[in-house]
Structures are given as structure tokens and as C-alpha cells.
């Protein structure tokens, strides 16, 4: 396994491409983003916001607000994505992420802003996620989500994610992908440079 360290992982700010050719920045949440982070949320239409919770929520409530903002905790770790828009940064989707050492597994959920979807943001965001994972050295990739959720089910589906039941939650459906990418070959650059810097830290055993 891989050992990415805080501080590398901090200097991992990515910028894609979508299909219309605009840039989108995926970086770490950081503190200073909490007022940001909670706009964010909020402006998801309510059943945006029920897909991404599970639940009937208005906004973050302050202890989901700081597991958000304080990434590296526990091994889980927060992202943005970003646009510029009339010359600011504007936030248009997020994820969070949970790499699992016991199991080498790496759990995830995302949201894309309503009026940010259909433009290949929610595609390039789980692109970049599962280069992340690859570079944690993880051998699962997973996520659950409400069975009438059909937006991440068909982004799932498109992504060769395969689907089972949510273990204890009939309302669930879990999407899951097996991950066998070798640091060399891990698609994004940043992240198989990271990958492959750090690989001889994961000892002789390693895959």
C-alpha cells in the first residue's frame, strides 16, 4: 500500500478538462472554505440535497461542517470542484472520501450543483477519484446511494461501476469497482506522480 502523507496530498490541486474545453479544479477543502462549503449546500435544490445525505437536511450541521473542513482525519479527506465564474471561484460540486488501511478500500460520495449538471462535471469528478484511490494503494472503490437516486446510479453505471444491495438498508443501493492500477499506470499525472514517489515507501511486498 501506498503511504500518501497530509502535506502531500495538500500540494495535489488538479485541473481538468471538460468536454466543452473549460477548466474545473478539483482541490482539498480547507477551512477557510467553510462559509463556501455551506452556500454550497445550500443552494442544492432539496432533492439534491436528500440524494447526498440520505435524509432531509437543510444545511451542514456544524459537526458534519468541521469532518468536511478537517481533512486527514480518520483518513478521510474532502474535495471541491471549481469553475471560475465572472472572475471568482465558484464552487460546483464536491466529494468526500474515506480510505480504509484494514481493508484497502476507499469509500466516496459526491453532489454536483443542479445548475452545473449534464456538463461532464459529475464524470471528470469520479475520474479524478478513482485516480485518487488508485494512488492510496486501494483495491475497492465504493459508494452508496438511494435506489431512486437514477442520476449517480447512471453515473455509476457509465463509469463500469457493478451494483449489490447496501448491507442493513433495504433503500440503498451500494456501486462498487475493483481497483487494480499499478502507480505507473494511474491515468491522472499528478496523481501517479504522487503515486509512484511514494511507492518504495510501501515496502517490498508491495503490488
Same mark, same amino acid.
Given at each position: 500500500?501506498?503511504?500518501?502523507?497530509?502535506?502531500?496530498?495538500?500540494?495535489?490541486?488538479?485541473?481538468?478538462?471538460?468536454?466543452? +474545453?473549460?477548466? $474545473?479544479?478539483?482541490? !482539498?477543502?480547507?477551512? =477557510?472554505? /467553510?462559509? #463556501?462549503?455551506?452556500?454550497? &449546500?445550500?443552494?442544492?435544490?432539496?432533492?439534491?440535497?436528500?440524494?447526498?445525505?440520505?435524509?432531509?437536511?437543510?444545511?451542514?450541521?456544524?459537526?458534519?461542517?468541521?469532518?468536511?473542513?478537517?481533512?486527514?482525519?480518520?483518513?478521510?479527506?474532502?474535495?471541491?470542484?471549481?469553475?471560475?465564474?465572472?472572475?471568482?471561484?465558484?464552487?460546483?460540486?464536491?466529494?468526500?472520501?474515506?480510505?480504509?488501511?484494514?481493508?484497502?478500500?476507499?469509500?466516496?460520495?459526491?453532489?454536483?450543483?443542479?445548475?452545473?449538471?449534464?456538463?461532464?462535471? +459529475?464524470?471528470? $469528478?469520479?475520474?479524478? !477519484?478513482?485516480?485518487? =484511490?488508485? /494512488?492510496? #494503494?486501494?483495491?475497492?472503490? &465504493?459508494?452508496?446511494?438511494?435506489?431512486?437516486?437514477?442520476?449517480?446510479?447512471?453515473?455509476?453505471?457509465?463509469?463500469?461501476?457493478?451494483?449489490?444491495?447496501?448491507?442493513?438498508?433495504?433503500?440503498?443501493?451500494?456501486?462498487?469497482?475493483?481497483?487494480?492500477?499499478?502507480?505507473?499506470?494511474?491515468?491522472?499525472?499528478?496523481?501517479?506522480?504522487?503515486?509512484?514517489?511514494?511507492?518504495?515507501?510501501?515496502?517490498?511486498?508491495?503490488?
Amino acid at each position: 500500500m501506498i503511504a500518501l502523507r497530509l502535506n502531500d496530498l495538500r500540494q495535489q490541486s488538479d485541473m481538468l478538462r471538460l468536454r466543452s +474545453g473549460k477548466p $474545473l479544479t478539483v482541490r !482539498l477543502v480547507e477551512p =477557510a472554505d /467553510a462559509d #463556501g462549503l455551506q452556500g454550497y &449546500f445550500r443552494s442544492l435544490s432539496v432533492r439534491s440535497r436528500y440524494n447526498r445525505f440520505l435524509g432531509a437536511i437543510s444545511e451542514l450541521p456544524q459537526n458534519l461542517l468541521e469532518h468536511f473542513i478537517h481533512v486527514g482525519e480518520g483518513d478521510r479527506f474532502s474535495v471541491i470542484a471549481t469553475m471560475s465564474i465572472d472572475g471568482l471561484e465558484t464552487i460546483v460540486g464536491e466529494a468526500h472520501y474515506a480510505f480504509d488501511t484494514g481493508t484497502d478500500s476507499f469509500e466516496f460520495g459526491l453532489s454536483i450543483g443542479d445548475r452545473w449538471q449534464g456538463q461532464g462535471i +459529475g464524470a471528470a $469528478l469520479l475520474r479524478n !477519484l478513482q485516480c485518487r =484511490a488508485a /494512488a492510496f #494503494g486501494a483495491r475497492r472503490l &465504493f459508494g452508496d446511494t438511494l435506489r431512486s437516486n437514477d442520476v449517480m446510479i447512471g453515473l455509476a453505471r457509465k463509469s463500469g461501476f457493478a451494483f449489490t444491495a447496501s448491507p442493513g438498508d433495504w433503500k440503498l443501493v451500494r456501486f462498487e469497482k475493483h481497483v487494480d492500477t499499478a502507480p505507473q499506470e494511474i491515468p491522472c499525472a499528478s496523481w501517479r506522480l504522487a503515486a509512484q514517489s511514494l511507492a518504495p515507501l510501501s515496502g517490498p511486498s508491495a503490488n
